[in-house]
């Protein structure tokens, strides 16, 4: 008796849909399920040219309501922001670090692109030429409090929350860096020590925020007016806005 062993291939095709057909020897296929692309929010980026040569994709308005909000729906994220009445065109502000990464984990389980937070030097690369001249004081003196000159009332109606696309837009179309949502950026502060590069994100206490100008903000605070700025002026919120490396 006579074997003769079928040679095996293995063919994959990439759907539409975000599902791979895999094609295996003797005419058998198997269907593999990507991401389901339908969950997920429409984003917009810009490309970004970095000094060092590098090409970032960068989200042109801060996660919006509507966009945190699918994720909350999803049962992904656990904050609500539809308590705050906002509405969905505003960017979705009161984000703790720990609220971010849900997010990003989120996003790109139903996404075909893989997101992230910037670095603290992309940011300050990418906002630079909408970024003030003199930037506000940073505060250092211990004793100063969060009913500092900050926090008066003749700066409340510069800390008002607009609607997205109410502040400057880059060159490049990246608009709202200059306004007064603090992002989140994925670089750990280093402290005195300088090892903040090197800590695990996930026993860092305290992060990078980018903004008009430089703040450091302790990772489960959502409010920064409730206190726990490390370093710097308070920001007025705290929100994000992703990014993605183009593919190879």
Not at 44 to 58: C, K, M, W
Not at 177 to 190: F, P, R, S
Not at 204 to 214: D, K, L, N, S, T
Request: with cysteine.
């Amino acid at each position: 008796m006579t074997m003769t062993r079928a040679r095996h291939f293995k063919k994959t095709m990439i759907l539409a849909s975000g599902m791979a057909l895999v094609l295996m020897g003797a005419g058998a296929a198997h269907l593999l399920r990507g991401p389901d692309l339908s969950n997920a929010p429409v984003i917009q980026t810009s490309s970004v040219d970095l000094p060092d040569g590098r090409v970032l994709n960068v989200q042109t308005r801060e996660v919006t309501v509507a966009q945190w909000q699918a994720c909350y729906e999803a049962g992904h994220c656990t904050l609500d922001l539809s308590l705050n009445q906002k509405e969905a065109d505003y960017p979705a502000t009161g984000l703790s670090y720990p609220d971010a990464m849900q997010y990003v984990k989120w996003i790109n389980s139903v996404s075909d692109t893989q997101w992230r937070l910037p670095r603290a030097a992309e940011w300050h690369q990418i906002a630079a030429e909408v970024m003030p001249e003199t930037p506000d004081p940073i505060f250092t003196d211990p004793s100063l409090t969060w009913a500092s000159s900050y926090l008066t009332k003749a700066n409340q109606s510069g800390r008002r929350l607009r609607p997205s696309g109410g502040f400057s837009v880059t060159s490049a179309g990246v608009e709202d860096l200059d306004g007064n949502v603090w992002e989140w950026t994925q670089d750990c502060y280093a402290g005195a020590s300088g090892q903040g590069g090197e800590i695990d994100p996930d026993r860092c206490p305290a992060f990078i925020m980018g903004g008009e100008h430089e703040a450091v903000m302790s990772y489960l605070v959502r409010d920064p007016a409730r206190g726990g700025c490390a370093v710097g002026s308070p920001p007025a919120h705290l929100g994000m806005r992703l990014v993605s490396d183009p593919r190879a």
